[in-house]
């Protein structure tokens, strides 16, 4: 993922958190049978060691994707119930990145701010507090 720098996070609780109240990404893997993303709910489980976490999901069994994580231990899986598998991914790096307006001259933020909090719902609110 291409990161300009007026878009970078490089604060790593921040980082964890937004994964936690969001909770719902793109599970991307690339293999000898090509490239695939899938929308999947995850859920963040950062222990007690100083890793950066790992990401737990699950999907459904008759999604072949679970078939392509060929790292998880077959004793493991094959003990999950048996409407859905689960995936795990231990975070290696976390790269955050935030796309608010940082590089739009201060009218222009203050115009994306003014429409963001007169639209409906908390996201649109949540979207203006990010915006400086």
């Known amino acids: 993922m291409y990161v300009p720098d007026h878009f970078k996070i490089d604060d790593t609780s921040m980082l964890q958190q937004y994964i936690r109240e969001y909770g719902f990404g793109l599970l991307i893997f690339a293999d000898d049978s090509g490239i695939e993303a899938h929308h999947v709910p995850f859920l963040l489980d950062c222990g007690e060691d100083e890793s950066l ?48 307006s940082q590089n739009q001259p201060e009218r222009n933020r203050a115009g994306v701010k003014a429409g963001l909090e007169a639209g409906d719902g908390a996201h649109s609110l949540a979207m203006s507090r990010l915006i400086d």
């Open 53 to 100: 976490g790992t990401l737990q999901c699950h999907v459904a069994r008759k999604n072949e994707v679970w078939q392509r994580m060929d790292d998880a231990p077959s004793d493991y899986t094959g003990s999950l119930v048996q409407a859905i598998v689960g995936i795990e991914i231990t975070i290696g790096v976390l790269t955050g990145k935030l796309k608010a």
